[in-house]
Protein backbone atom coordinates (compact mmCIF):
# COMPACT_ATOMS: atom_id res chain seq x y z
CA UNK A 1 0.00 0.00 0.00
CA UNK A 2 0.92 3.64 -1.05
CA UNK A 3 0.02 6.50 1.11
CA UNK A 4 0.30 10.21 0.44
CA UNK A 5 1.74 11.14 3.97
CA UNK A 6 5.16 10.68 4.47
CA UNK A 7 7.10 9.02 7.24
CA UNK A 8 10.59 8.53 7.05
CA UNK A 9 12.07 5.08 8.67
CA UNK A 10 15.66 5.72 10.75
CA UNK A 11 18.58 3.83 9.58
CA UNK A 12 18.98 0.44 11.89
CA UNK A 13 22.03 -0.44 12.99
CA UNK A 14 21.83 -4.43 11.67
CA UNK A 15 23.77 -7.28 10.05
CA UNK A 16 25.20 -5.83 6.87
CA UNK A 17 24.25 -9.29 5.65
CA UNK A 18 20.70 -10.04 6.96
CA UNK A 19 19.85 -6.61 6.55
CA UNK A 20 20.23 -3.41 4.48
CA UNK A 21 19.19 -0.16 5.97
CA UNK A 22 16.75 2.38 5.36
CA UNK A 23 17.28 4.91 3.30
CA UNK A 24 14.56 6.57 3.47
CA UNK A 25 15.34 10.22 5.54
CA UNK A 26 14.25 13.15 4.07
CA UNK A 27 12.38 13.85 7.18
CA UNK A 28 15.24 13.48 9.24
CA UNK A 29 13.20 14.99 12.36
CA UNK A 30 10.63 12.59 12.91
CA UNK A 31 13.21 9.21 12.82
CA UNK A 32 13.71 10.94 17.08
CA UNK A 33 10.38 8.15 16.97
CA UNK A 34 13.21 5.55 16.96
CA UNK A 35 15.73 7.00 18.71
CA UNK A 36 14.09 8.42 21.65
CA UNK A 37 14.09 12.06 21.39
CA UNK A 38 10.08 11.86 21.14
CA UNK A 39 7.10 13.26 23.06
CA UNK A 40 5.02 10.32 23.53
CA UNK A 41 2.57 12.30 24.73
CA UNK A 42 1.53 13.56 21.39
CA UNK A 43 0.01 10.28 20.93
CA UNK A 44 -2.26 11.23 17.48
CA UNK A 45 1.82 11.11 15.94
CA UNK A 46 2.01 6.98 16.87
CA UNK A 47 0.04 7.21 13.02
CA UNK A 48 3.23 8.13 11.49
CA UNK A 49 4.90 4.83 12.52
CA UNK A 50 2.28 2.64 10.99
CA UNK A 51 2.57 5.30 7.69
CA UNK A 52 6.31 4.35 7.73
CA UNK A 53 5.61 0.36 8.05
CA UNK A 54 3.06 0.84 5.35
CA UNK A 55 5.31 2.63 2.98
CA UNK A 56 8.58 0.07 3.71
CA UNK A 57 6.51 -2.74 2.97
CA UNK A 58 4.83 -1.28 -0.43
CA UNK A 59 8.72 0.04 -1.49
CA UNK A 60 9.58 -3.69 -2.98
CA UNK A 61 12.20 -3.48 -5.65
CA UNK A 62 11.02 -5.60 -8.96
CA UNK A 63 12.91 -8.66 -8.65
CA UNK A 64 10.43 -9.64 -5.09
CA UNK A 65 7.37 -10.71 -7.04
CA UNK A 66 8.75 -11.86 -10.35
CA UNK A 67 11.17 -14.75 -8.06
CA UNK A 68 7.98 -15.13 -6.14
CA UNK A 69 6.24 -16.17 -9.27
CA UNK A 70 8.28 -17.57 -11.58
CA UNK A 71 8.42 -21.64 -11.01
CA UNK A 72 4.89 -22.57 -11.48
CA UNK A 73 3.91 -23.41 -15.02
CA UNK A 74 1.85 -20.19 -15.61
CA UNK A 75 5.34 -18.37 -15.95
CA UNK A 76 7.79 -18.00 -18.04
CA UNK A 77 11.71 -16.16 -17.03
CA UNK A 78 11.93 -14.53 -19.98
CA UNK A 79 14.75 -11.72 -20.82
CA UNK A 80 17.73 -11.53 -20.60
CA UNK A 81 18.60 -12.37 -16.66
CA UNK A 82 20.14 -15.87 -16.49
CA UNK A 83 20.10 -16.99 -12.67
CA UNK A 84 16.03 -15.85 -13.19
CA UNK A 85 16.34 -18.10 -16.25
CA UNK A 86 17.65 -20.57 -13.99
CA UNK A 87 15.31 -20.60 -11.42
CA UNK A 88 12.19 -20.93 -13.52
CA UNK A 89 14.20 -24.46 -14.46
CA UNK A 90 14.45 -25.60 -10.89
CA UNK A 91 18.53 -24.87 -11.05
CA UNK A 92 19.40 -23.06 -7.91
CA UNK A 93 22.69 -21.49 -7.08
CA UNK A 94 22.99 -20.27 -3.75
CA UNK A 95 24.96 -16.93 -4.93
CA UNK A 96 21.93 -16.21 -6.82
CA UNK A 97 21.81 -12.07 -6.62
CA UNK A 98 18.20 -12.50 -6.49
CA UNK A 99 17.89 -14.94 -3.45
CA UNK A 100 19.63 -12.91 -1.05
CA UNK A 101 18.00 -9.75 -2.31
CA UNK A 102 14.52 -11.10 -2.05
CA UNK A 103 15.71 -12.58 1.43
CA UNK A 104 16.98 -9.20 2.67
CA UNK A 105 13.92 -7.12 1.47
CA UNK A 106 11.70 -9.39 3.90
CA UNK A 107 13.55 -9.18 6.59
CA UNK A 108 14.09 -5.24 6.26
CA UNK A 109 10.30 -4.53 6.38
CA UNK A 110 10.26 -7.15 9.17
CA UNK A 111 12.53 -5.11 11.43
CA UNK A 112 10.64 -1.67 10.18
CA UNK A 113 7.41 -3.54 11.18
CA UNK A 114 8.86 -4.66 14.89
CA UNK A 115 10.39 -1.15 15.17
CA UNK A 116 7.22 0.36 14.60
CA UNK A 117 5.24 -1.49 16.83
CA UNK A 118 7.45 -1.19 19.78
CA UNK A 119 7.35 2.84 19.42
CA UNK A 120 3.46 2.47 19.16
CA UNK A 121 3.76 0.61 22.74
CA UNK A 122 5.36 4.07 23.94
CA UNK A 123 2.84 6.44 22.86
CA UNK A 124 0.13 3.69 24.01
CA UNK A 125 1.58 3.80 27.64
CA UNK A 126 0.53 7.70 27.75
CA UNK A 127 -2.46 7.93 25.21
CA UNK A 128 -6.14 8.03 26.60
CA UNK A 129 -8.83 4.97 26.28
CA UNK A 130 -8.81 6.24 22.12
CA UNK A 131 -6.06 6.82 21.49
CA UNK A 132 -5.24 2.97 22.87
CA UNK A 133 -7.72 1.64 20.98
CA UNK A 134 -6.25 3.32 17.97
CA UNK A 135 -2.76 1.84 18.97
CA UNK A 136 -3.62 -0.98 19.15
CA UNK A 137 -5.39 -1.19 15.69
CA UNK A 138 -2.29 0.28 14.02
CA UNK A 139 -0.09 -2.82 15.88
CA UNK A 140 -3.01 -4.71 14.06
CA UNK A 141 -2.34 -3.79 10.47
CA UNK A 142 1.41 -3.78 11.14
CA UNK A 143 0.96 -7.30 12.06
CA UNK A 144 -0.59 -8.10 8.68
CA UNK A 145 2.40 -6.92 6.77
CA UNK A 146 4.53 -9.34 9.39
CA UNK A 147 2.90 -11.78 8.69
CA UNK A 148 2.74 -11.66 4.85
CA UNK A 149 6.43 -11.56 5.25
CA UNK A 150 6.94 -14.63 7.20
CA UNK A 151 4.60 -16.30 4.91
CA UNK A 152 6.24 -15.50 1.61
CA UNK A 153 9.46 -16.33 3.69
CA UNK A 154 8.37 -19.81 4.70
CA UNK A 155 6.64 -20.68 1.59
CA UNK A 156 10.23 -19.69 -0.42
CA UNK A 157 13.00 -20.95 1.98
CA UNK A 158 10.91 -23.04 4.28
CA UNK A 159 12.46 -23.34 7.79
CA UNK A 160 12.97 -19.79 8.48
CA UNK A 161 13.60 -17.30 11.31
CA UNK A 162 10.33 -15.66 13.38
CA UNK A 163 11.43 -12.64 14.16
CA UNK A 164 9.06 -10.45 16.34
CA UNK A 165 11.61 -8.43 17.99
CA UNK A 166 14.02 -5.44 16.96
CA UNK A 167 16.60 -7.02 19.09
CA UNK A 168 18.14 -8.75 16.18
CA UNK A 169 20.86 -9.81 18.94
CA UNK A 170 18.30 -12.67 19.96
CA UNK A 171 19.34 -14.42 16.89
CA UNK A 172 22.49 -15.66 17.90
CA UNK A 173 20.95 -17.80 20.32
CA UNK A 174 19.04 -19.41 17.94
CA UNK A 175 20.47 -23.39 17.74
CA UNK A 176 17.29 -24.44 15.44
CA UNK A 177 15.06 -22.28 12.83
CA UNK A 178 11.43 -22.81 12.96
CA UNK A 179 10.18 -25.37 10.73
CA UNK A 180 7.63 -23.94 7.77
CA UNK A 181 4.89 -25.52 9.80
CA UNK A 182 5.31 -24.06 12.71
CA UNK A 183 6.05 -20.17 10.96
CA UNK A 184 2.67 -21.17 9.05
CA UNK A 185 1.55 -21.28 12.54
CA UNK A 186 2.74 -18.50 13.88
CA UNK A 187 1.41 -15.83 10.73
CA UNK A 188 -2.04 -18.08 11.38
CA UNK A 189 -1.75 -16.93 15.66
CA UNK A 190 -0.91 -13.47 14.84
CA UNK A 191 -4.12 -12.70 12.75
CA UNK A 192 -6.16 -14.40 15.36
CA UNK A 193 -4.76 -11.60 17.92
CA UNK A 194 -4.90 -9.33 15.40
CA UNK A 195 -8.32 -9.76 14.27
CA UNK A 196 -10.20 -8.22 17.09
CA UNK A 197 -8.63 -4.68 17.31
CA UNK A 198 -9.21 -4.13 13.31
CA UNK A 199 -12.34 -2.83 11.51
CA UNK A 200 -14.70 -4.93 10.48
CA UNK A 201 -15.01 -3.16 7.09
CA UNK A 202 -13.52 -3.23 3.11
CA UNK A 203 -10.02 -1.56 2.73
CA UNK A 204 -11.77 1.06 0.46
CA UNK A 205 -14.05 1.91 3.20
CA UNK A 206 -11.22 2.68 5.29
CA UNK A 207 -12.06 6.71 5.48
CA UNK A 208 -8.84 7.58 7.55
CA UNK A 209 -6.20 5.33 5.00
CA UNK A 210 -8.32 4.30 2.32
CA UNK A 211 -7.06 0.56 1.36
CA UNK A 212 -5.91 0.65 4.87
CA UNK A 213 -5.69 -3.35 5.65
CA UNK A 214 -8.75 -4.49 8.15
CA UNK A 215 -10.08 -7.59 9.77
CA UNK A 216 -10.93 -9.05 6.76
CA UNK A 217 -7.22 -8.78 5.27
CA UNK A 218 -6.62 -10.48 8.39
CA UNK A 219 -8.79 -13.62 8.15
CA UNK A 220 -7.39 -14.15 4.61
CA UNK A 221 -3.95 -13.71 5.63
CA UNK A 222 -5.23 -16.62 8.64
CA UNK A 223 -6.27 -18.67 5.38
CA UNK A 224 -3.39 -18.73 3.08
CA UNK A 225 -1.64 -19.40 6.29
CA UNK A 226 -3.69 -22.63 7.02
CA UNK A 227 -4.65 -23.88 3.90
CA UNK A 228 -0.21 -24.49 3.72
CA UNK A 229 -0.77 -26.27 7.01
CA UNK A 230 -3.58 -28.47 5.46
CA UNK A 231 -6.19 -27.09 8.01
CA UNK A 232 -8.85 -26.85 6.06
CA UNK A 233 -11.42 -26.21 8.41
CA UNK A 234 -9.55 -23.58 8.92
CA UNK A 235 -9.24 -22.19 6.06
CA UNK A 236 -13.06 -22.25 5.81
CA UNK A 237 -13.94 -20.63 8.25
CA UNK A 238 -11.25 -17.90 8.22
CA UNK A 239 -12.64 -17.33 4.30
CA UNK A 240 -16.27 -17.94 5.39
CA UNK A 241 -16.36 -15.18 7.65
CA UNK A 242 -14.99 -12.59 4.69
CA UNK A 243 -17.93 -14.55 2.32
CA UNK A 244 -20.40 -13.84 5.50
CA UNK A 245 -19.65 -10.39 6.44
CA UNK A 246 -21.53 -9.40 2.68
CA UNK A 247 -19.44 -6.74 2.37
CA UNK A 248 -17.16 -8.17 -1.09
CA UNK A 249 -18.24 -8.65 -4.38
CA UNK A 250 -16.11 -9.57 -7.73
CA UNK A 251 -15.27 -6.79 -9.45
CA UNK A 252 -17.91 -7.00 -12.64
CA UNK A 253 -14.64 -6.38 -15.62
CA UNK A 254 -12.15 -8.86 -15.14
CA UNK A 255 -10.37 -6.67 -17.76
CA UNK A 256 -10.37 -3.73 -16.07
CA UNK A 257 -10.05 -5.11 -12.50
CA UNK A 258 -5.78 -4.99 -12.95
CA UNK A 259 -6.16 -1.77 -14.68
CA UNK A 260 -6.96 2.05 -12.95
CA UNK A 261 -10.75 1.58 -12.52
CA UNK A 262 -10.10 -1.81 -10.60
CA UNK A 263 -7.95 0.41 -8.19
CA UNK A 264 -9.53 -0.50 -4.60
CA UNK A 265 -12.68 -2.17 -5.82
CA UNK A 266 -14.75 -4.31 -3.36
CA UNK A 267 -12.74 -7.41 -4.18
CA UNK A 268 -9.71 -6.25 -2.62
CA UNK A 269 -8.45 -7.30 0.24
CA UNK A 270 -4.71 -6.78 0.05
CA UNK A 271 -3.56 -3.75 -2.69
CA UNK A 272 -0.63 -2.23 -2.99
CA UNK A 273 -1.45 1.38 -3.66
CA UNK A 274 0.91 3.72 -6.05
CA UNK A 275 -0.01 7.23 -7.80
CA UNK A 276 1.25 9.93 -9.86
CA UNK A 277 -1.27 11.94 -7.92
CA UNK A 278 -2.74 12.87 -11.23
CA UNK A 279 -0.30 15.05 -12.19
CA UNK A 280 2.09 14.35 -15.15
CA UNK A 281 5.70 15.54 -13.49
CA UNK A 282 6.45 16.35 -10.30
CA UNK A 283 6.33 13.66 -6.95
CA UNK A 284 5.07 10.04 -8.28
CA UNK A 285 4.81 6.64 -5.72
CA UNK A 286 4.96 3.74 -8.31
CA UNK A 287 6.26 0.25 -8.45
CA UNK A 288 8.23 -0.87 -11.52
CA UNK A 289 6.40 -2.35 -13.84
CA UNK A 290 8.95 -2.71 -16.91
CA UNK A 291 9.98 -6.72 -16.09
CA UNK A 292 6.86 -7.41 -17.31
CA UNK A 293 5.78 -5.75 -20.16
CA UNK A 294 6.66 -6.11 -23.61
CA UNK A 295 10.05 -4.98 -24.95
CA UNK A 296 8.59 -4.26 -28.16
CA UNK A 297 5.26 -2.50 -28.56
CA UNK A 298 3.25 0.62 -30.72
CA UNK A 299 1.32 2.12 -27.79
CA UNK A 300 -1.60 4.16 -28.72
CA UNK A 301 0.06 7.00 -26.66
CA UNK A 302 2.98 7.49 -28.78
CA UNK A 303 5.99 8.48 -26.17
CA UNK A 304 4.70 5.50 -23.67
CA UNK A 305 7.95 3.40 -22.64
CA UNK A 306 8.49 -0.33 -23.04
CA UNK A 307 8.84 -3.11 -21.24
CA UNK A 308 11.91 -5.51 -20.51
CA UNK A 309 10.00 -8.87 -21.19
CA UNK A 310 10.92 -10.41 -18.51
CA UNK A 311 7.37 -12.04 -17.13
CA UNK A 312 5.99 -14.24 -19.96
CA UNK A 313 2.43 -16.46 -19.73
CA UNK A 314 3.70 -20.16 -20.90
CA UNK A 315 1.91 -22.18 -24.05
CA UNK A 316 0.78 -24.25 -21.79
CA UNK A 317 -1.51 -21.81 -19.38
CA UNK A 318 -2.56 -20.67 -23.03
CA UNK A 319 -3.71 -23.74 -24.52
CA UNK A 320 -4.98 -25.11 -21.10
CA UNK A 321 -7.29 -21.84 -21.45
CA UNK A 322 -7.94 -22.01 -25.33
CA UNK A 323 -9.10 -26.15 -24.23
CA UNK A 324 -11.57 -24.54 -21.85
CA UNK A 325 -12.87 -22.18 -24.03
CA UNK A 326 -11.99 -19.31 -21.87
CA UNK A 327 -12.57 -15.77 -23.29
CA UNK A 328 -12.27 -13.11 -20.85
CA UNK A 329 -9.79 -14.54 -18.55
CA UNK A 330 -7.28 -15.37 -21.31
CA UNK A 331 -7.19 -11.97 -23.03
CA UNK A 332 -7.17 -10.12 -19.75
CA UNK A 333 -4.04 -12.67 -18.75
CA UNK A 334 -1.77 -12.29 -21.78
CA UNK A 335 -0.46 -9.91 -24.48
CA UNK A 336 -0.14 -11.74 -27.39
CA UNK A 337 2.37 -11.14 -29.97
CA UNK A 338 1.79 -12.10 -33.90
CA UNK A 339 5.15 -14.52 -33.52
CA UNK A 340 3.20 -16.14 -30.47
CA UNK A 341 -0.29 -16.25 -32.27
CA UNK A 342 1.76 -18.10 -35.09
CA UNK A 343 3.39 -20.57 -32.03
CA UNK A 344 0.26 -21.37 -31.06
CA UNK A 345 -1.27 -22.46 -34.39
CA UNK A 346 1.51 -24.75 -34.93
CA UNK A 347 0.21 -27.08 -32.22
CA UNK A 348 -2.51 -29.75 -33.72
CA UNK A 349 -5.92 -28.66 -33.26
CA UNK A 350 -5.13 -24.89 -32.77
CA UNK A 351 -5.05 -23.57 -36.19
CA UNK A 352 -7.90 -21.65 -36.34
CA UNK A 353 -7.87 -19.34 -33.10
CA UNK A 354 -10.92 -17.30 -31.64
CA UNK A 355 -10.75 -13.72 -32.64
CA UNK A 356 -9.80 -12.26 -29.29
CA UNK A 357 -6.51 -13.99 -29.78
CA UNK A 358 -4.62 -10.69 -31.48
CA UNK A 359 -1.99 -9.02 -31.44
CA UNK A 360 -3.84 -5.74 -30.43
CA UNK A 361 -4.75 -5.14 -27.09
CA UNK A 362 -8.98 -4.58 -26.56
CA UNK A 363 -7.40 -0.42 -25.71
CA UNK A 364 -6.00 -0.33 -29.27
CA UNK A 365 -1.88 -0.72 -27.72
CA UNK A 366 -0.19 -3.55 -30.83
CA UNK A 367 2.34 -5.99 -29.04
CA UNK A 368 4.91 -6.54 -31.14
CA UNK A 369 7.49 -9.01 -32.29
CA UNK A 370 10.79 -9.13 -30.35
CA UNK A 371 13.21 -11.54 -29.12
CA UNK A 372 12.39 -11.80 -25.54
CA UNK A 373 9.23 -13.63 -24.97
CA UNK A 374 6.45 -14.57 -27.62
CA UNK A 375 3.41 -13.48 -24.85
CA UNK A 376 3.52 -11.26 -21.82
CA UNK A 377 1.63 -10.53 -18.77
CA UNK A 378 -1.84 -9.04 -19.27
CA UNK A 379 -2.53 -8.69 -15.66
CA UNK A 380 0.82 -6.47 -15.21
CA UNK A 381 -0.52 -4.20 -18.46
CA UNK A 382 -1.97 -0.44 -17.77
CA UNK A 383 -3.10 0.66 -21.40
CA UNK A 384 -0.92 3.36 -22.70
CA UNK A 385 -4.64 5.51 -23.06
CA UNK A 386 -4.37 4.69 -18.72
CA UNK A 387 -1.22 6.79 -18.48
CA UNK A 388 -1.81 10.33 -16.78
CA UNK A 389 -0.52 12.46 -19.70
CA UNK A 390 3.05 13.51 -19.13
CA UNK A 391 3.75 9.92 -17.46
CA UNK A 392 5.49 7.40 -19.36
CA UNK A 393 6.59 4.76 -17.40
CA UNK A 394 5.45 1.35 -18.72
CA UNK A 395 2.65 0.72 -16.07
CA UNK A 396 2.89 4.03 -14.06
CA UNK A 397 0.23 4.86 -11.48
CA UNK A 398 -0.85 0.98 -11.43
CA UNK A 399 -1.14 -0.53 -7.85
CA UNK A 400 -0.62 -3.87 -7.74
CA UNK A 401 -3.35 -6.35 -6.12
CA UNK A 402 -2.09 -9.41 -3.41
CA UNK A 403 -5.43 -10.83 -2.59
CA UNK A 404 -8.37 -10.49 -3.47
CA UNK A 405 -11.91 -11.79 -3.06
CA UNK A 406 -11.76 -14.37 -6.02
CA UNK A 407 -9.07 -16.56 -4.18
CA UNK A 408 -11.24 -16.39 -1.22
CA UNK A 409 -14.21 -17.71 -2.99
CA UNK A 410 -11.71 -20.68 -4.50
CA UNK A 411 -9.97 -21.25 -0.95
CA UNK A 412 -13.22 -21.69 0.66
CA UNK A 413 -14.35 -24.20 -2.62
CA UNK A 414 -11.56 -26.10 -2.34
CA UNK A 415 -11.84 -26.32 1.79
CA UNK A 416 -15.52 -27.48 1.42
CA UNK A 417 -14.39 -30.41 -1.33
CA UNK A 418 -11.95 -31.53 1.37
CA UNK A 419 -14.31 -31.98 3.80
CA UNK A 420 -14.72 -28.91 6.23
CA UNK A 421 -18.35 -27.38 6.77
CA UNK A 422 -18.81 -24.30 4.80
CA UNK A 423 -21.12 -21.53 6.50
CA UNK A 424 -24.34 -21.63 4.25
CA UNK A 425 -22.40 -21.19 0.41
CA UNK A 426 -22.19 -23.98 -1.04
CA UNK A 427 -18.44 -25.16 -2.79
CA UNK A 428 -20.55 -25.06 -6.51
CA UNK A 429 -21.71 -21.50 -5.80
CA UNK A 430 -18.62 -20.07 -4.94
CA UNK A 431 -16.98 -21.85 -7.95
CA UNK A 432 -19.27 -20.44 -9.94
CA UNK A 433 -19.59 -16.97 -8.75
CA UNK A 434 -15.68 -16.76 -10.21
CA UNK A 435 -16.82 -18.30 -13.48
CA UNK A 436 -19.93 -16.43 -13.94
CA UNK A 437 -17.84 -12.90 -14.51
CA UNK A 438 -15.35 -14.86 -16.26
CA UNK A 439 -18.55 -15.64 -18.86
CA UNK A 440 -18.03 -19.28 -18.16
CA UNK A 441 -21.00 -21.52 -17.82
CA UNK A 442 -22.20 -23.21 -14.49
CA UNK A 443 -20.61 -26.51 -12.81
CA UNK A 444 -22.02 -28.72 -10.28
CA UNK A 445 -19.97 -31.21 -8.19
CA UNK A 446 -17.27 -29.44 -8.04
CA UNK A 447 -14.00 -31.57 -7.05
CA UNK A 448 -10.85 -30.30 -5.79
CA UNK A 449 -9.37 -30.63 -9.24
CA UNK A 450 -11.60 -28.66 -10.36
CA UNK A 451 -11.42 -25.93 -8.18
CA UNK A 452 -7.38 -26.11 -8.47
CA UNK A 453 -8.15 -25.99 -12.58
CA UNK A 454 -10.36 -23.00 -11.82
CA UNK A 455 -7.53 -21.50 -9.63
CA UNK A 456 -5.16 -21.87 -12.63
CA UNK A 457 -7.55 -20.29 -15.00
CA UNK A 458 -8.70 -17.04 -12.37
CA UNK A 459 -5.46 -16.65 -10.57
CA UNK A 460 -2.30 -17.43 -13.13
CA UNK A 461 0.62 -14.88 -13.19
CA UNK A 462 -0.42 -13.60 -9.74
CA UNK A 463 2.40 -14.19 -7.00
CA UNK A 464 3.37 -17.86 -7.30
CA UNK A 465 -0.12 -19.04 -6.72
CA UNK A 466 0.12 -21.64 -8.96
CA UNK A 467 3.43 -22.84 -8.25
CA UNK A 468 2.74 -23.08 -4.54
CA UNK A 469 -0.58 -25.09 -5.30
CA UNK A 470 1.17 -27.89 -6.97
CA UNK A 471 4.09 -28.04 -4.65
CA UNK A 472 1.14 -28.13 -1.78
CA UNK A 473 -0.67 -30.98 -3.38
CA UNK A 474 2.27 -32.51 -4.65
CA UNK A 475 1.73 -32.74 -8.01
CA UNK A 476 4.98 -32.91 -9.98
CA UNK A 477 4.15 -33.68 -12.69
CA UNK A 478 2.21 -30.52 -14.07
CA UNK A 479 5.69 -28.81 -13.24
CA UNK A 480 7.52 -30.98 -14.98
CA UNK A 481 6.80 -29.14 -18.54
CA UNK A 482 8.59 -28.45 -21.56
CA UNK A 483 11.48 -30.19 -20.64
CA UNK A 484 11.69 -28.83 -16.85
CA UNK A 485 12.06 -32.29 -14.85
CA UNK A 486 11.21 -31.29 -10.82
CA UNK A 487 10.77 -32.91 -7.87
CA UNK A 488 10.61 -32.70 -4.45
CA UNK A 489 13.57 -31.73 -3.15
CA UNK A 490 13.26 -28.64 -5.48
CA UNK A 491 10.23 -27.04 -3.58
CA UNK A 492 12.50 -24.87 -1.81
CA UNK A 493 15.49 -22.45 -2.46
CA UNK A 494 18.56 -22.87 -0.96
CA UNK A 495 19.39 -20.09 1.57
CA UNK A 496 21.34 -17.21 0.23
CA UNK A 497 24.90 -17.76 0.21
CA UNK A 498 25.62 -14.61 2.15
CA UNK A 499 23.48 -15.58 4.51
CA UNK A 500 24.88 -19.00 5.44
CA UNK A 501 28.19 -17.14 5.82
CA UNK A 502 27.22 -14.68 8.46
CA UNK A 503 24.44 -17.07 9.91
CA UNK A 504 25.41 -20.47 10.58
CA UNK A 505 22.53 -22.00 12.08
CA UNK A 506 20.87 -21.80 8.38
CA UNK A 507 23.62 -24.83 7.75
CA UNK A 508 22.35 -27.46 10.36
Known amino acids: MRLQHKFIVASLSVMTLFFSSCD ?26 LIGVYDAYTSTGWELPLLIGVRGDDVNAAGDQAVYQDTDEFKYDTNNWMYNSVWKAYYDDIVVSNTAIENIDKYIAEADAAGKQNGEQYKAEIQIMRAMDHYFLAKTWGSVFILDTSDLSTLAHIEKLPTREEVMQFVSDEMDEAIPALPKIRPNQRMDLPGGYTAYTAYAVKALANQELGNYQAVADATGAIINSGLFSLYPDFYELFKTPGKLSDESLMELQYSDYGQGSGDREGHLYAPYGPSSWTPVVADASSGWGFYEPTMKYILFMLDRGETTRLETSVLFTDQGIAAIQANPGYETLPGFVSNTTPDGDVINDNVRALFSSGKHYL ?13 SNKNYIMIRYAEILLMYAEALTRGATGVGLTADQAVNMVRARANMPAVSGVT ?12 ALEWGIRYYDMIRVDNYQELSYDGRSFSGDLELLPYPQQQLDELPVLSK
Open 448 to 459: TQQVLDEKFAEL
Open 24 to 49: KLDEPELNNNFTGGTDYTKTEDMLLS
Open 383 to 395: PSNQLIPGRTDYG
